[in-house]
């Protein structure tokens, strides 16, 4: 950060949630400990966002140019330290027990940064969630387990989310066209288990993963009455990794194809039973698709101040850039729809809080275990053992499904959609039109606002292009009535 740096934005202070979200100033006399520990957060992560990763996003995606492969393990490491990579885990199992909205302020500020590098860090709590999906709870259990081991030895762990297919993207998240597609992964059971083959493509840390929840048919002429989930250990026999896609940006977040030759996984590891694929992708979606909405928010804002700061430096005729009118008035502009599809994701985190998984942490009978009971016994063997009984786990998604219903699901897809429409088109838009002002300077890669503009036009296409996202969002409201 420069001297002369106007103090906004990423290059101000934290916490600044309450004044620029008026409603959580009203919610923090409600609830101040829920706004108290939101605003650490922001402290936190604004720190690590513009101590650790601002200094050096440039260089990673430089070298990732050159090398798919190449990851700061550095600054993971770093991440690893503060546990913002297990933030969700309640404090008593070793994590930050970060709430939606705590995890909401750390995903923006990282995104504001660098959203390639934000996801590296964050992408590990979506995993835990895809668990909590379930609720089985040996699963949920066992997955606790292994983020917090890993984190406490400083060893890496990384999920990745097998949806896509080489024929089939949008169609593996949509009903009507996942009934037609032609799929190239199936599932055949097996005494003991099942037996996985095909490819999925595009995966997101698919070649740094050690665990990989992949969406397969059982049987590829009914795809969408056979679509099971699978969670698969990268290190099993047949499991292998093709091409890192070199992409337009986030060129620091792995994207990959995979492989499935014959790879056997055991009965215990089967997630969704055949019919149920979809839905399970459908409740992951009802998640993430609100917080990409949110990463679309940071990067439009990260970028946005950039440029503020560029033009309080430079210097036109006798004043600053900043000075002129048309200036003034594009990037009032630009804050004011910043600023609206900001306060909406916020409100989507909350809203996760209330009613979604994330509200599972506040319920009686997690609560009163978390009190009462150590992190040793609830993450041993014996609770293990325990949870591992078909009754105790099938109760355990019971009660999570009464809380999340199907109905709930499909409305935060909805909410999701238009989020995740709204913030990413934003972030490509307010990226482009800052290189505008911004002018010649601004095509060059040291200043670091193209970066903005590649990174922001991949998160148009993933999770579910945006047309995808305007038909769901279509769907679920005008299309239930005619
Ligand atoms: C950086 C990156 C990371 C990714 N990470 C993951 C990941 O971790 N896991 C994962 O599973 N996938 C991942 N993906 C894949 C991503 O989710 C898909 O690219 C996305 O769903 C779009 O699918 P597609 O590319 O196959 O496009 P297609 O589905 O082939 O669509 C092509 C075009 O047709 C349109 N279209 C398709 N179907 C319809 C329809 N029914 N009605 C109207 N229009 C339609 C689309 O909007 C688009 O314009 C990632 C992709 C990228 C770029």
């Known amino acids: 950060m420069e001297t002369n740096d106007l103090k906004y934005g990423m290059f101000a202070n934290a916490p600044d949630l309450v004044d620029t979200i008026p409603a959580l100033g009203k919610l923090k006399k409600a609830c101040p400990q829920y706004i108290a520990q939101a605003e650490t957060a922001q402290r936190i992560a604004r720190k690590f966002a513009r101590e650790e990763m601002l200094p050096r996003v440039l260089a990673i995606d430089t070298e990732c140019n050159k090398n798919p492969r190449y990851v700061d393990w550095d600054l993971w490491q770093k991440a690893n330290h503060l546990k913002l990579n297990i933030a969700a885990i309640p404090v008593k199992l070793g994590g930050l027990g970060w709430s939606a909205l705590d995890n909401a302020v750390l995903v923006e500020e990282l995104a504001s940064v660098c959203l390639a590098n934000a996801a590296n860090i964050t992408f590990n709590t979506f995993g835990l969630l895809g668990a909590l999906v379930e609720c089985k709870t040996d699963i949920v259990l066992k997955i606790i387990r292994m983020m917090t081991d890993a984190q406490e030895k400083g060893e890496p762990l990384f999920w990745a989310w097998a949806i896509t297919e080489p024929g089939a993207g949008t169609d593996m998240e949509d009903g009507e066209a996942m009934a037609l597609m032609k799929p190239s992964t199936n599932a055949r ?18 070649s740094l993963a050690h665990y990989v929840i992949a969406t397969i048919p059982m049987d590829p002429s009914h795809p969408r009455e056979s679509m099971a989930t699978f969670f698969v250990p990268a290190d099993t026999k047949g499991f292998s990794i093709g091409r890192i896609e070199r992409k337009c940006g986030q060129k620091a977040s792995q994207t990959a194809e995979i492989f499935f030759d014959d790879v056997f996984v055991p009965e215990e590891n089967l997630w969704e039973p055949p019919g149920r694929g979809l839905r399970h992708t459908r409740e992951i979606l009802s998640i993430t698709r609100g917080y990409i909405g949110l990463c679309g928010a940071a990067m439009a804002r990260g970028a946005l ?28 502009d630009m804050m004011k729809d910043i600023m609206a599809v900001r306060a909406a994701c916020y409100n989507f985190a909350i809203s996760m809080d209330t009613y979604h998984v994330w509200s599972l942490f506040e319920k009686l009978p997690i609560k009163v275990s978390l009190k009462t009971l150590s992190k040793k016994l609830i993450l041993g063997d014996f609770v293990m053992n325990l949870a591992r009984n078909k009754l105790i786990s099938l109760a355990g998604s019971r009660y999570k499904a009464g809380i999340v219903t199907d109905k709930l699901v499909e409305k935060f897809v909805t909410e999701g959609s238009a989020l995740k429409v709204s913030g990413t088109d934003l972030a490509v838009r307010v990226s482009s039109r800052v290189l505008d002002i911004v002018g010649l300077e601004g095509m060059a890669y040291d200043l670091g606002i193209e970066k903005y503009f590649r990174d922001a036009k991949v998160t148009q296409i993933y999770e579910g292009s945006n047309q995808a996202n305007r038909i769901d969002l279509f769907h679920n409201t005008i299309g239930m009535l005619s």
């Open 189 to 206: 059971k097996v005494p003991g288990g099942y037996r996985l083959n095909g490819t999925k493509c595009f995966i997101t840390n698919g």
């Open 305 to 332: 101040d950039h440029c503020i700061q560029f033009a309080h430096r430079k210097k036109i005729k006798n004043h600053r850039l900043l000075d002129e009118d048309w200036v003034k008035f594009a990037i009032s």
